[in-house]
């Protein structure tokens, strides 16, 4: 059903789309070579949905994931050599200890940098769940959390690309776009 009306208008459009096998917690989206070098040469518009969209993962999954798929997908773009647009999907509650959001990158109360961010990724259980409440601090939960730090990766590293953020409430992202 997604796709009636591209098939309507443009009936060969599945010539384009190619499926590629991956994990975004892995460098280069663990993609094998030959993908990667595909998707550099001839990707102009990629959309990042991939998460974890599970509220309260743990930070050494939900990180590596919603956080480091992000900075492998810069990776991504920055090698695209015909990139026209990336579309990052975040969530509306990314910014939620703002009484009032626009559209435009925040910055997060506090700077996540590379060392806290492996910290979190790396540290036993017990250490992380005495510090989640001050890391988390005015996050509902760990996937706000990592998806405003996303936000901030993208402001911070990747403002000469051509990205946009997507910022859904809520329910189903496909149904929303």
């Given at each position: ?150 936000e901030n990766l993208l402001r911070k590293t990747a ?17 929303t776009i």
């Amino acid at each position: 059903q997604i796709f009636d009306v591209l098939r309507a208008s443009r009936p060969e459009f599945h010539k384009k789309l190619v499926m590629v096998k991956g994990d975004c917690s892995l460098p280069k989206l663990g993609l094998s070579n030959s993908d990667y070098e595909i998707l550099i040469q001839q990707v102009n518009i990629i959309f990042h949905l991939a998460a974890t969209v599970k509220f309260d993962e743990k930070f050494n999954i939900a990180i590596p994931i919603n956080i480091g798929g992000t900075k492998e997908i810069i990776d991504l773009c920055r090698a695209c050599v015909r990139l026209k647009s990336m579309v990052y999907i975040s969530i509306g509650y990314s910014n939620c200890y703002l009484k009032e959001i626009r559209e435009c990158f925040y910055n997060p109360p506090f700077d996540m940098d590379e060392d806290i961010i492996n910290y979190l990724c790396t540290a036993d259980e017990a250490t992380i769940e005495l510090l989640k409440p001050k890391i988390l601090d005015k996050w509902p939960n760990t996937y706000t959390f990592t998806k405003s730090i996303a936000e901030n990766l993208l402001r911070k590293t990747a403002a000469d690309l051509p990205i946009s953020i997507v910022r859904p409430s809520q329910g189903n992202i496909i149904k929303t776009i």
